[in-house]
């Protein structure tokens, strides 16, 4: 079964509404930019259920611990998705995940960026199936994050 | 008015001429690379009048202030235009900003690129306008920036 | 003449069996992922003869010196283009090289880091010749990278 909204909704998982910036801060680019078949993604992090930003802000490492990044990677898999949905008006006209960039806000000495971002291709891979939702990744430890958040991916998709 | 030129020097901008890279340093790469009708741009910083790298140097928060970093920004923009009206000959050729991933030099405890990334966004889309101008975006804190540049941007724009 | 394999073997490079991760590591991703034309490269690293992560690991600037770190980057060319002759099956196949992303795990005020990405262009340069192994270029300062590799490299060829 190829429908990713119904092995999202097997699973529980619900798409955010739109990002809720925090106050006085202005985005003058867009969420997700459709050029011909290809789809290129803002950075994302993980959103609340209301839309604002996630609550483990900081360093992981140190005030977020893996596991919470883990789940951090999760919601912003979570936030990007409902900002394809929003713009192609259906999950399933993506064809394949090309690029996944993982920012992991790194503890200086926290080197495990991978296990965090893993939080992230694990619901891509469950949402889109081994065929679709295969996709080529780095995962990295940035210094700084906006807004402190814990975890920022950057990633590319195929439409038809 | 479509034609990117003329919004620029409506502004009074300026585009700097190609890098003076400093002395002994050796960039066996192209500024840009076009491949078909995709144009992805190397790693810019921003450029004084007469080529080299800026005299705004340094960590953002620290040695640098905001508000000089989202020149900063302005100027890297005015930078990759250089690079691309010397590739492309006619910046009017651009039909599309896909993709810019903004890199800020920042000091411990900084999380405000976005602000400053905001600099680079303005200048593309006031020459390109909405619609072509339009983009997708990252804007993030590195540990180090080469030449301890303040900001540094990578891009992709499509061409016709 | 431009045959890569003759290219390498004249300079007595050696591509690495696939990457080995460190126990308990899983890569729930692609080292390489195909999509039509385009080709994304997942984020290497430098990797032993017997396909493990390189001996250089630490901070470049600190426990790695810039010239480790410049053959670390040659490793992490080798490394993708073992991971490239898997996927593809002929490393000929590649039109051209888009995009390197080079990424040093750089000690506080290391800011050499396109002298460190050099070792890459210049391996994909002697292997590819200057017209299908040119290519655009960021070599950035990252905070951490998984398990204290010297350097990583996402990249983007495509092939025909």
């Given amino acids: ?66 596991q919470q990044a883990y789940e951090a990677a999760r919601l912003t898999a979570l936030s990007i998705l409902g900002s394809l949905h929003r713009e192609l008006g259906d999950l399933n006209r993506i064809v394949a995940w090309n690029r996944v960039f993982g920012m992991v806000n790194a503890a200086p000495g926290f080197n495990r960026m991978p296990a965090v971002i893993n939080g992230f291709s694990d619901v891509i891979l469950s949402a889109f199936g081994p065929y679709i939702g295969a996709h080529s990744r780095s995962a990295v430890g940035l210094a700084e994050l906006p807004f402190d958040i814990a975890v920022e991916v950057e990633a590319e998709v195929e439409i038809h």
């Fill in 1 to 66: 079964m190829s429908n990713v909204y119904q092995r999202l909704s097997e699973q529980g998982l619900v798409l955010p509404p739109e990002l809720v910036p925090p106050p006085g801060v202005v985005f003058p680019f867009e969420a997700v930019r459709v050029v011909g078949h290809r789809v290129y993604i803002s950075g994302h992090g993980p959103q609340n259920p209301d839309g604002s930003l996630y609550a483990y802000r900081g360093k992981v490492g140190r005030e977020v611990t893996e």
